[in-house]
């Protein structure tokens, strides 16, 4: 009579399983198929009672379970308007099979603040970290009018007589009396370029062949001083070459440098981050400025400096 009672349970379509008993059959674990429900495991069965007794109410049991399982989104606990990746998928850009550049939807629960807008220069670029000048290009607006502006008065003084300057004729006499040769090239040259080589510095424009013109002539100058007596004439009263020094200084100083943002060249690389072209144009200054005074002057400048 046990065979013909369980036979309508598993007419019924619920799997009706076995109970394990005492001869160590392996017990199946919930998790291997969800929609299932076990009334008891090996442990909560007394080992006394029937296996037939137990697996009648453990399939009504799980019958119970199975109607009760929630189907729809509502029992789910999931919202019905926000729709399901394989509904949007085709929306995104750059998914797989997707037919839109559009973006995405956005819900009010999932949107992203933008990122901040990060510093850009000119032409667009973003700014790294050590591109933010701060004050520098203000620095070297100023470092180029007191040398340029420096060099034009000088120029000025030598090209028309101004600010009690000698004028060109007067340059030429004081130059020959130096020991200057070929006054009649070397007095131009020296006002074009402290006369044009201060305007372009001052204005930050062709900023490497300025700068180096206005280097070589002051090369000049402070050689021409220290060559005319021994002995290092750094502050002598006479012919001393603490100015030509810093206005050498400066020079140089802008040549390795650049002009910055604040110049006719802000748009060069050479402005503000300067490196083999402005290195070439100090070098051909200070080669140019020995080559001119050899031909021009000679002798040696530097005697009486330490070892010379």
């Known amino acids: 009579m046990t065979d013909k009672q369980t036979e309508p349970s598993a007419e019924a379509g619920t799997p009706a399983q076995a ?5 160590g059959e392996p017990v199946r674990s919930p998790f291997d198929s969800p929609t299932e429900q076990f009334a008891a495991t090996s442990s909560e069965l007394p080992i006394t009672q029937p ?11 799980a019958t119970q379970v199975t109607e009760k399982l929630p189907r729809t989104d509502e029992e789910l606990g999931l919202d019905p308007e926000v729709p399901l990746y394989s509904q949007v998928k085709n929306a995104i850009p750059g998914a797989a099979n997707s037919t839109t550049a559009e973006p995405s939807p956005t819900y009010s629960f999932a949107s992203i603040p933008p990122a901040p807008t990060a510093p850009t220069d000119g032409k667009g670029r973003p700014l790294r970290r050590d591109e933010r000048r701060g004050t520098l290009d203000l620095g070297l607006l100023v ?3 007191v040398i340029g502006g420096t060099f034009v008065y000088h120029g000025l003084q030598k090209a028309a007589g101004w600010f009690h300057g000698p004028g060109f004729e ?38 490497p062949l300025a ?3 206005v280097l070589a002539v002051i090369l000049d100058a402070w050689m021409w001083k220290q060559g005319m007596t021994s002995g290092f004439q750094y502050s002598a009263k006479a012919n001393g070459v ?16 650049g002009p910055g943002r604040l110049s006719l060249d802000r748009g060069r690389g050479w402005s ?3 490196f083999l072209g402005s290195f070439a144009a100090l070098v ?3 080669a140019a400025a020995i080559l001119t005074y050899i031909y021009l002057h000679g002798g040696n400048p530097l005697s009486g400096v330490g070892p010379f």
């Not at 296996?51 to 049991?61: I, Q």
């Not at 603490?242 to 390795?256: C, H, K, N, Q």
């Open 211 to 213: 700068a180096g013109a």
């Open 170 to 207: 007067g340059l030429k006499t004081s130059m020959e009396h130096g020991g200057w040769k070929h006054v009649d090239i070397a007095a131009p040259l020296l006002i074009a370029g402290e006369l044009g080589g201060g305007i372009l510095v001052a204005l930050g424009l062709a900023t």
């Open 143 to 145: 470092l180029r009018l």
């Open 51 to 61: 296996t037939e007794r137990v697996a009648a109410p453990a399939a009504a049991t």
């Open 284 to 286: 051909a200054a200070v």
């Open 19 to 23: 109970a394990p008993g005492t001869t």
């Open 272 to 274: 503000t981050r300067p």
């Open 242 to 257: 603490e100015l030509e020094s810093i206005l050498a200084g400066g020079a140089v100083a802008i040549l390795l440098t």
